[in-house]
């Protein structure tokens, strides 16, 4: 199926009965896309957030820590999209119904995650040694909810095997909306580059909307791969970590302009509203993950090296933001 975004200006697509108004979406990574983060990118326009993948066997006991993967909120977070992952076509199904009734308009399924953890238990992208049983749970999980059901996944297990292009048709007549496809193979991780020819076949050749995931690193590469492979939409992963103004950019650059980099006080402003809303959900052990997540914001600064050992030697989060702030604020680091 063709889309047309060949033409400067937005549109809009849809996922099912999911009207979605930007091409531009942030991929689901664990530990990293949780709320806080979704909400900015929500802020500078992505079309849709994913949730990080979540255990349908550890949803369907609704423990606290597993419900919390699903918090959002419903007046910023619509669609709100809710990746699952599992093997067994009931607990599957009833792990879906379950994030239908926590407020998921969307359900995303995992079957390309390649961690060994997962793959050695049979999931993500294991499930693509079986295809006859990764259709069978999107099949179970279309039939037990009322949302729209996508797939996320990768080429085939490895080079020679069956997968994607196999399956596709297969998930269609299961119900399946959309399939976003990375364009690696399982047993690649994430070495070499990602096979865009491969996804604009699928995107040629698939009844279904198909988003493309890999290796988009900036606004133009993303309007790019959105234009020339026949995509309806584009996945931005690694790339927005520190730079979740790149949505926005990326519209910028589909409407035919140019990306507007953020000032420094833009930078500066995103990163303490980042850390405040994880401090909000976290308490003081957001300060793990700010010693990652504000270098992310902070790595094009002059000094970047000095700022992390210091950063990284804070316990305390309100002492890792006055060092940031000083990092900022004295330019003296700025390249
Ligand atoms: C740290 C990390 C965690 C990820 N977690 C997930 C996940 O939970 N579910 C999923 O479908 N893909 C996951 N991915 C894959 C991404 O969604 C994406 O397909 C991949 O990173 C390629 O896109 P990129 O080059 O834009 O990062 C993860 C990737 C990274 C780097």
Redesign the pocket.
């Known amino acids: 199926m063709c889309w047309s975004w060949s033409e400067p200006g937005v549109g809009s697509w849809a996922i099912g009965s999911q009207s979605l108004t930007s091409p531009f979406i942030l ?6 896309t949780n709320w806080p983060f979704r909400r900015l990118a929500l802020s500078y326009g992505a079309g849709l957030t994913v949730t ?2 979540v255990s349908a066997v550890a949803l369907a006991h609704r423990g606290p820590k597993t419900v919390g993967l699903l918090r959002t909120d419903s007046r910023l977070e619509r669609p709100f999209c809710a ?1 699952l992952f599992g093997k067994a076509p009931e607990s599957l199904a009833q792990a879906a119904q379950i994030a239908q009734e926590l407020g998921a308009d969307i359900i995303d399924l ?1 079957f ?2 390649p961690a060994r953890k997962v793959v050695n238990s049979g999931h993500g992208v294991a499930l693509l040694k079986d295809l006859a049983l990764a259709e069978s749970l999107a099949r179970a999980v279309t039939r037990a909810v009322s949302i729209p059901v996508t797939v ?1 996944t990768r080429l085939a297990w490895a080079p020679g095997w069956p997968g994607v292009f196999e399956l596709a048709p297969r998930l269609a007549a299961a119900g399946v909306a959309a399939i976003t496809l ?1 364009g690696r193979y399982g047993t690649q991780g ?1 070495a070499g580059e ?1 096979d865009w020819a491969a996804i604009q076949r699928l995107a040629e050749n698939s009844s279904l909307p198909i988003i493309g ?4 690193t900036s606004p133009e590469e993303a309007v790019s791969r959105l234009r020339s492979s026949g995509v309806a939409a584009v ?5 927005a970590r520190g730079r979740p103004w790149i949505f926005r950019q990326s519209l910028e650059v589909l409407g035919g302009g140019e990306a507007t980099p953020p000032t420094w006080e833009e930078r500066l402003a995103v990163a303490l509203r980042h850390a405040r809303w994880l401090f909000e959900d976290l308490g003081p052990r957001a300060a793990f993950p700010l010693r990652t997540i504000l270098m992310w914001y902070a790595r094009e600064l002059r000094g970047a090296a000095a700022l992390r050992e210091a950063i990284n030697r804070e316990e305390k989060v309100e002492r890792q933001l006055e060092l940031l702030e000083i990092s900022f604020r004295e330019g003296a680091y700025q390249r």
Do not use: T, Y
Not at 27 to 32: I, N, R, S, T, Y
Not at 213 to 216: E, K, L, M, R
């Open positions: 991929a689901p990574m664990a530990g990293l990080e993948m990746q995992n390309g995650c996320k990375h994430f990602a995931s890999g290796d988009v996945m931005i992963g690694r790339a």
